[in-house]
């Protein structure tokens, strides 16, 4: 299994920032089999697609990093290779990049590998998330965690996770990120019930109930791909019988801990993109793009909503460059 040591991590890495912080590990699942996306994922992880021009699952570990989370362990499956040798050295790849001088892509290629002290770990069979979850428990240890669902593209410039982290050194226990969404797409989320701390953006989670139909939702609260969890979800999780799908669910481990009081929320309303569904994916692509400096994509979508006139403008530049 690849590890890479502090040593390895440059002065400018987003882990240095909070090395006080309580919670130092996180968890990153990344054994499903992508059958969304097939055939593109035949061969290759889903979570390896790229989202302009890294692969989706170094978004989270660079979010983890930012929020100064220096261990981190990926639940990995079968044919997931590709996401352990992401983020090891390539040696004769960074050596070829030395020797021309390009510094710009050898530092692309070397920052996965120094961005915290990363683990792997095989799920074994696909039993679900809470089973994933259960996974990391021997390095996890009884130390509070995170887990970063990768399908979840929280905006690097939101601090979602830092103020989760804060939550949790006030409250303890577990701290859930939520969201509100529509009514209608509540059928596709954990959906929590709650009740207010007195923080506007802070509430208790009294309840949670994995994909509710809309009418027996208890709100429009969706659980998001991000979760601050106390280590006596392990002992839950033990106990917690297959649910929805013949999986273990993580939702219903939390719904017990939930039932004990000792669970909260944090409402994000910030930018949250979603690479599990092919749609999503697509619109998180572009949107990122646009984020990136110079005009090139913005310019391009504009002629290209232009539709038929923005095409027929192109072929009559190219008749006259002709």
């Given at each position: 299994?690849?590890?890479?040591?502090?040593?390895?991590?440059?002065?400018?890495?987003p882990?240095?920032?909070?090395?006080?912080?309580?919670?130092?590990?996180?968890?990153?699942?990344?054994?499903?089999?992508?059958?969304?996306?097939?055939?593109?994922?035949?061969?290759?992880?889903?979570?390896?697609?790229?989202?302009?021009?890294?692969?989706?699952?170094?978004?989270?570990?660079?979010?983890?990093?930012?929020?100064?989370?220096?261990?981190?362990?990926?639940?990995?499956?079968?044919?997931?290779?590709?996401?352990?040798?992401?983020?090891?050295?390539?040696h004769?790849?960074?050596?070829?990049?030395?020797?021309?001088?390009?510094?710009?892509?050898?530092?692309?290629?070397?920052?996965?590998?120094?961005?915290?002290?990363?683990?792997?770990?095989?799920?074994?069979?696909?039993?679900?998330?809470?089973?994933?979850?259960?996974?990391?428990?021997?390095?996890?240890?009884?130390?509070?965690?995170?887990?970063l669902?990768?399908?979840?593209?929280?905006?690097?410039?939101?601090?979602?996770?830092?103020?989760m982290?804060?939550?949790?050194?006030?409250?303890?226990?577990s701290?859930?990120?939520?969201?509100?969404?529509?009514?209608?797409?509540?059928?596709?989320?954990?959906?929590?019930?709650?009740?207010?701390?007195?923080?506007?953006?802070?509430?208790?989670?009294?309840?949670?109930?994995?994909?509710?139909?809309?009418?027996?939702?208890?709100?429009?609260?969706?659980?998001?791909?991000?979760?601050?969890?106390?280590?006596?979800?392990f002992?839950?999780?033990?106990?917690?019988?297959?649910?929805?799908?013949?999986?273990?669910?993580?939702?219903?481990?939390?719904?017990?801990?939930?039932?004990?009081?000792?669970?909260?929320?944090?409402?994000?309303?910030?930018?949250?993109?979603?690479?599990?569904?092919?749609?999503?994916?697509?619109?998180?692509?572009?949107?990122?793009?646009?984020?990136?400096?110079?005009?090139?994509?913005?310019?391009?979508?504009?002629?290209?909503?232009?539709?038929?006139?923005?095409?027929?403008?192109?072929?009559?530049?190219?008749?006259?460059?002709?």
């Amino acid at each position: 299994m690849p590890q890479h040591g502090a040593h390895d991590r440059p002065p400018h890495s987003p882990a240095g920032p909070a090395l006080s912080r309580t919670v130092r590990k996180a968890v990153v699942p990344a054994a499903g089999l992508g059958t969304r996306f097939l055939p593109a994922t035949k061969a290759t992880p889903k979570e390896m697609l790229p989202v302009v021009d890294k692969p989706a699952i170094q978004y989270a570990v660079e979010e983890a990093a930012a929020a100064g989370l220096d261990d981190i362990l990926v639940v990995t499956g079968r044919h997931k290779r590709a996401i352990e040798d992401h983020f090891d050295h390539a040696h004769e790849l960074e050596q070829a990049l030395a020797a021309k001088g390009d510094t710009v892509r050898l530092d692309a290629v070397r920052d996965p590998a120094r961005l915290a002290d990363i683990h792997h770990i095989r799920q074994g069979d696909p039993l679900g998330l809470g089973h994933a979850v259960l996974c990391a428990r021997r390095h996890v240890g009884d130390q509070p965690f995170v887990v970063l669902l990768g399908d979840d593209l929280i905006d690097p410039r939101e601090t979602l996770l830092s103020r989760m982290l804060d939550v949790r050194d006030r409250y303890a226990g577990s701290v859930v990120a939520l969201m509100r969404v529509d009514p209608a797409q509540i059928h596709l989320y954990g959906c929590a019930a709650v009740s207010p701390t007195g923080e506007d953006d802070v509430v208790r989670v009294t309840g949670l109930v994995e994909k509710p139909s809309r009418e027996t939702a208890p709100s429009a609260y969706a659980v998001i791909g991000r979760h601050v969890l106390d280590p006596a979800v392990f002992g839950t999780l033990e106990r917690t019988p297959p649910g929805r799908g013949g999986e273990i669910q993580l939702t219903d481990a939390l719904q017990e801990l939930a039932a004990n009081g000792t669970v909260h929320g944090v409402v994000f309303v910030g930018l949250r993109y979603d690479t599990g569904d092919r749609a999503d994916y697509l619109r998180t692509v572009v949107r990122l793009a646009c984020d990136r400096p110079g005009p090139e994509c913005v310019a391009w979508l504009k002629e290209f909503v232009a539709g038929p006139e923005g095409d027929s403008a192109r072929r009559e530049e190219g008749r006259r460059a002709a």
